[in-house]
């Protein structure tokens, strides 16, 4: 009995190893996953320090999500999530119609670069739509994907450049949270990541438009909004017309006219949630010699 019950604890830690093994074998295949799609798709470099599927629980987590910028510009990076929660079983993913009740993005960091002619987001934007417009090998039917509620929080974008109007070439701004309702496309099976990227893309930059920030081009604006149009589906879903034309407002006085992707959540209160009293983004030119100013249109 004594040996048998020796050779029960050795196999039970044995499984229990294995299990361990699989778990964490799982979330380092997912960072690979996410490695791979992000780096082919975006054509730059895509990751992440932790990939946790949540297999035994209802939601999924990324920490540290990184997209590099493309090569010539001068911030290593382009965009940084620092936390990103997606409430869902795994399972739903695999199904035709993914309906995933939360999306939280916490601590989103972006760089906007022009350097001559080029822009960073739109050179990104641009390498979407080359992998998209692919022939399509597929046989099966189109995903339906909605957030039911969609959260930004923590938003930070750093400019410079001639993107930048402004004395001394850059600026730091802060954007208040985002918070969207049923936000959603309906998209072929192997065009879904990218066309998720573009909407989230679009759902920052009408952000910007409806939070103006002093000394952005309007002009360089409006090209990474004609980047967008082009990603081919998106216009199937009557999304990308109307962000580019909000986007191609700021300065303009024309921001905040089109409401955007999705229903801005304004809870039992019945209002949305505000930065400061004027209602546009806090900036910091550090090369303005006034220091810290809020931005105007």
Same mark, same amino acid.
């Given at each position: 009995?004594?040996?048998?019950?020796?050779?029960?604890?050795?196999?039970?830690?044995? +499984?229990?190893?294995l299990?361990?093994? +699989?778990?964490?074998?799982?979330? $380092?295949?997912?960072?690979?996953? +996410?490695?791979?799609?992000?780096?082919?798709?975006?054509?730059v470099?895509?990751?992440?320090s932790?990939?946790?599927?949540g297999i035994?629980r209802?939601?999924?987590?990324?920490?540290?999500? !990184?997209?590099?910028?493309?090569?010539?510009?001068?911030?290593?990076?382009?965009?940084?999530?620092?936390?990103?929660y997606?409430?869902?079983?795994?399972?739903?993913f695999l199904?035709?119609?993914?309906? !995933?009740?939360?999306?939280?993005l916490?601590?989103?960091?972006?760089?906007?670069e022009?350097i001559?002619?080029?822009?960073?987001?739109?050179e990104?934007?641009?390498?979407? &739509?080359?992998?998209?417009?692919q022939?399509?090998?597929s046989?099966?039917?189109?995903?339906?994907?909605?957030i039911?509620?969609?959260?930004?929080?923590?938003?930070? $974008?750093?400019?410079e450049?001639?993107?930048?109007?402004?004395?001394?070439?850059? +600026?730091d701004?802060t954007?208040?949270k985002?918070? $969207?309702?049923?936000?959603?496309?309906?998209?072929d099976?192997?065009? $879904?990541?990218a066309?998720?990227?573009?909407?989230m893309?679009?759902?920052?930059?009408?952000h910007?438009a409806?939070?103006?920030?002093?000394g952005?081009? &309007?002009?360089?604006? &409006?090209?990474?909004?004609n980047?967008?149009? &082009?990603?081919?589906?998106?216009?199937? !879903?009557?999304?990308?017309?109307?962000i580019?034309?909000a986007?191609?407002?700021?300065?303009?006085?024309a921001? /905040?006219a089109?409401? /955007?992707?999705?229903?801005?959540?304004?809870?039992?209160?019945?209002?949305?949630?505000?930065?400061?009293?004027?209602?546009?983004?806090?900036?910091?030119?550090?090369?303005n010699?006034?220091?810290?100013?809020? /931005? /105007?249109?």
């Open positions: 009995m004594r040996k048998l019950g020796k050779i029960s604890a050795i196999v039970g830690c044995i +499984l229990l190893l299990i361990i093994v +699989l778990y964490l074998s799982v979330d $380092l295949l997912a960072r690979y996953a +996410l490695y791979r799609a992000g780096t082919d798709l975006m054509g470099n895509t990751t992440a932790s990939v946790d599927l035994f209802k939601s999924t987590t990324i920490t540290d999500l !990184v997209i590099d910028n493309p090569e010539g510009f001068k911030q290593p990076k382009m965009l940084v999530v620092d936390n990103m997606i409430e869902g079983r795994l399972g739903t199904s035709s119609n993914i309906q !995933v009740p939360l999306v939280s916490d601590g989103f960091t972006m760089d906007l022009q001559g002619d080029r822009i960073n987001v739109s990104v934007v641009s390498n979407i &739509s080359k992998e998209v417009d022939p399509d090998d046989s099966g039917g189109d995903v339906t994907l909605n039911a509620r969609l959260e930004i929080k923590n938003i930070k $974008l750093t400019a450049g001639k993107i930048v109007s402004i004395a001394g070439g850059r +600026l701004a954007l208040p985002i918070e $969207l309702a049923d936000v959603g496309t309906e998209s099976p192997d065009k $879904l990541l066309h998720v990227i573009g909407i893309v679009k759902i920052v930059l009408n910007i409806d939070n103006p920030i002093k952005l081009s &309007s002009a360089a604006i &409006s090209q990474v909004g980047a967008i149009e &082009s990603i081919p589906g998106l216009k199937q !879903v009557g999304l990308g017309k109307p580019a034309e986007v191609r407002g700021v300065g303009q006085g921001a /905040g089109i409401s /955007g992707i999705g229903d801005v959540i304004k809870g039992a209160t019945g209002h949305g949630s505000k930065s400061n009293t004027n209602g546009t983004a806090n900036t910091n030119g550090t090369g010699a006034n220091g810290t100013s809020k /931005g /105007g249109s």
